[in-house]
């Protein structure tokens, strides 16, 4: 069990305390609620483009990277469809250089010129280098609009075109950090060898006088049900040829949402995995391939991704996977297939839970998903998944008019 107290600054600040006396070190994690799915559609990458900016100092702190590094600290952030999170970790006796530094940027950025062309650069690099450049590294910018035609999933955190980063202007910037980062718009966790007296000190001291922003209403448009099977084949300077079929699933916060991860697991999920035994072990149809659940917030996809051995036709690849989607669909699972699945889950779970930074990280997105306790009731909802409702889900999903399959195929030399 995650021990947590609770309290919220006058300005709206949510603060969570996990007492963690086993450790000497301290995490201060932030999420804020934005991610890219709040993006303009013609304003794409800004989410990501922020994570980058509130690295490039604030208004009373130049460098944010120096004052952590000397004492003893480290940082890092990242940023999704649906969130960005900042964090850190630090001895826990200097607890007050974090929430000094944390405080300060959602105070105010520096929002230089200098800065804004520096970070710019920097995420236009990546686009190229990650997306563009690298083998297969465009398949998502491909499939987020092939499955998604409404809901602003259907684009990546990194942007839609490198032309809405490039084109980004300063009023643009400050107005994104109006919206999002603020006290009302984000969730601070405070986790390790802390005391709740002392964090509530800090918290007033360092984040109450923030002006609390005006928090973000969220009216996002619903993705309408799928009624026809999609297909989208391109041809790429690959090595092999590479296949996609994604799936509508529910949201993160849905009560079949376990069943349809514990679905993917039986699926794809390392090496004794079904589509892993019959269609890369047995018939050596694929050198890998595997499944997985988006986790998304909203309704999210279910994903299976493999890569062809050579020789192999992306055809036949497709109606093997199909094959042993029908035979999933055709009985119960064997309930020791069942506790397989459930006993890697489990264990994930639990290793996640022995670092003090995944265990602020899900006290933060448990909270901003409006459930905090399922930091301690995850492991309770997949053992309750029986063998009838992974068959349930598998039906229910893996429909041909429900799928979004890609065809990536290497150019013939």
Known sequence: MISYEKFT???GLRVIVHEDHSTPMACINILY??????EEEERTGFAHLFEHLMFGGSVNIPNYDSPLQQVGGENNAFTNNDVTNYYLTLPAENLETGFWLESDRMLSLAFSDKSLEVQQNVVVEEFKQRYLNQPYGDEWLLIRPLAYKVHPYRWATIGKEISHIEDAVMDDVKDFFKRFYHPSNAILVVAGDVELSKV???????????DPGQKNI????????????RFLEVFKDVPSDSLTKVWHMSPRMAKEYYAQDLLSDVLGRGSSSR?????????????????YVTGSFDAGLLVVHGRLVNGVALEE??????????????????????QKVKHKAES???????SILN?????????????????????????????????????????????STLFYRRKEA
Do not use: Y
């Open 9 to 11: 600054l006058a300005n």
């Open 33 to 38: 609620d934005v991610g890219a799915r709040d």
């Open 200 to 210: 509530k000190e800090l918290s007033e001291k360092w984040f109450a006088p923030i």
């Open 218 to 229: 969220r009216q996002l448009p619903q993705e309408p049900k799928q009624t026809e099977g």
């Open 275 to 291: 589509l892993h035994t019959k269609l890369v072990k047995e018939r050596q149809l694929f050198s890998g391939i595997s499944a």
């Open 317 to 338: 690849a497709d109606d093997a996977i199909l094959e042993v989607i029908e035979e999933l669909k055709s009985k119960p699972l064997d309930s020791n297939e069942l």
């Open 348 to 354: 994930t779970h639990v290793f996640g839970e022995m």
């Open 359 to 403: 265990k602020a990280m899900n006290l933060a997105f448990g909270e901003l998903l409006g459930d905090i306790e399922m930091v301690n009731t995850e492991i309770d909802k997949i053992n309750a998944v029986t063998e009838d409702d992974i068959l349930t889900q598998a039906k229910q999903i893996l429909v041909s008019t429900n799928c």
